[in-house]
């Protein structure tokens, strides 16, 4: 089960937006609108942020957003924080009945 | 408040076995899928497998035919039986809770603070 394909880092001041991709297939990515977004911070259990592709869980904040066109999901943070720095993963359910995970962005916060 | 509490790590030789417990409390246990998620140390999140509110199971590949999920109701607790361990095995394993009862993979928004498995002789 190979990985869906994320960015191994990006970078942004504070105050300013990035955006985070996730790559897959039709058997994922592209063919289910499961896909969610975790943040985990060195040492942490990770963090749920967005779930079935563009929806957040109560109480993150509205600054992060998720989107999705064909194959290619992407994670939005907008007016960015010193605490958004952090790994995020993405994940998506795939064709018969299984979960694959992208392999991490490291967000530095700069 | 939700919680979860993994137990049972520890360091096992190559081929041994070992179960995982992940206690939970705050919500009705049944109404929820609960799924177990791994990262070998300095890695990435691997999807481990995932036991759905009508008792069905998922295994990711790397697992299948040596792992076993399932649940006790009557504990409130997940549990991972783990066969035939290899040292690729060696990760820090966490319980997650689903979002909902059927889906595998619409969120998982409670997590436990994970259990480290080490595989080595």
């Known amino acids: 089960q190979s990985a869906l394909t994320q960015p191994a880092s990006v970078s942004g001041s504070p105050g300013q937006s990035i955006t985070i991709s996730c790559t897959g297939t039709?058997?994922?990515?592209?063919?289910?609108?499961?896909v969610s977004w975790y943040q985990q911070h060195p040492g942490k259990a990770p963090k749920l942020m967005i779930y079935d592709v563009t929806n957040r869980p109560s109480g993150v904040s509205n600054r992060f957003s998720g989107s999705k066109s064909g194959n290619t999901a992407s994670l939005t943070i907008s007016g960015l924080q010193a605490e958004d720095e952090a790994d995020y993963y993405c994940s998506s359910y795939r064709d018969f009945s299984t979960v694959v995970f992208g392999g991490g962005t490291k967000l530095t916060v700069l | 408040e939700v919680q979860l509490l993994e137990s049972g790590g520890g360091l096992v030789q190559p081929g041994g076995s070992l179960r995982l417990s992940c206690a939970a409390s705050g919500f009705t246990f049944t109404t929820y899928g609960m799924t177990w998620v791994r990262q070998a140390p300095g890695k990435g999140l691997e999807w481990v497998s995932t036991?759905?509110?009508?008792?069905?199971?998922y295994y990711a590949d790397s697992v299948e035919g040596r792992f076993t999920i399932s649940t006790d109701n009557s504990k409130n607790t997940l549990y991972l039986q783990m066969n035939s361990l290899r040292a690729e095995d060696t990760a820090v394993y966490y319980c997650?809770?689903?979002?909902?009862?059927?889906?595998?993979?619409?969120?998982?928004?409670?997590w436990g603070q994970g259990t480290l498995i080490t595989v080595s002789s």
């Open positions: 039709s058997s994922d990515v592209g063919g289910h609108k499961y």
């Open positions: 997650a809770k689903g979002r909902d009862r059927i889906r595998i993979s619409s969120g998982w928004d409670y």
């Open positions: 036991v759905i509110g009508d008792g069905t199971t």
